[in-house]
């Protein structure tokens, strides 16, 4: 009689853990809100910060989450990444906020692919990307994904290219080293 070989399958548990509060009561319905909620405190950084506020159905903020923190002028964005915390958080709907250390708001290609590779998953899991908003150093202008009327379908480039341009920085920021 062979002898049977247990497995031994562990038990794991994911948690959300909270670290310092931003307070406010104000809903985010736009992108002014936004900035004036998170957007300051970006656009001071020295390099590209991604950040998504999950948000209530009310759009009150939930919390913040600092999803990715790239260079001078990049930072590789994962849907995988932005969407950990937003589930954690039993999110309704998310804004995804980054800064341009240069001051420039206008979104690079980079910026736009992300935008459309971000709001398909976004629409795939239930959890809506409401904006993403880009804020500048030195700069008190922002640009508002939706203000410019570029979250309707059809106005950014495909996924699959945003993919192709994500791989593409992989390597550059690979060679670097």
């Known amino acids: ?19 310092a509060s931003l307070l406010s009561d104000i809903p985010l319905e736009n ?3 936004v900035v004036d909620f998170m957007g300051k405190r970006l656009a001071e950084m020295d390099r590209e910060v991604v950040c998504v506020i999950n948000v209530d159905v009310k759009k ?9 923190m790239g260079a001078l002028d990049y930072v590789v964005i994962s ?8 589930i954690l958080s039993n999110a309704a709907s ?3 906020l980054h800064n341009h250390p240069s001051g420039d708001i206008k979104p690079s290609e980079n910026d736009m692919l992300v935008t459309k590779r971000i709001k398909e998953v ?3 899991v239930g959890i809506p ?26 106005k950014v480039p495909s996924a699959g290219k945003c993919a192709e341009r994500e791989n ?6 690979s060679h670097r080293h």
């Open 129 to 154: 990307l409401l904006d993403h908003i880009i804020v500048g150093w030195n700069n008190p202008k922002h640009f508002s994904f939706l203000a410019e009327k570029l979250m309707e379908n059809g």
């Open 122 to 124: 976004a629409d795939l």
């Open 79 to 86: 849907p995988r990444e932005i969407f950990k915390a937003s």
């Open 31 to 33: 992108p002014e809100a």
């Open 94 to 96: 998310i804004v995804l």
């Open 168 to 173: 593409e920085l992989v390597q550059r920021r």
């Open 60 to 68: 009150h903020p939930i919390n913040c989450h600092i999803v990715s």
């Open 1 to 19: 009689m062979a002898e049977e070989q247990l497995f031994k399958l562990d038990i794991v548990s994911v948690r959300l853990v909270k670290e």
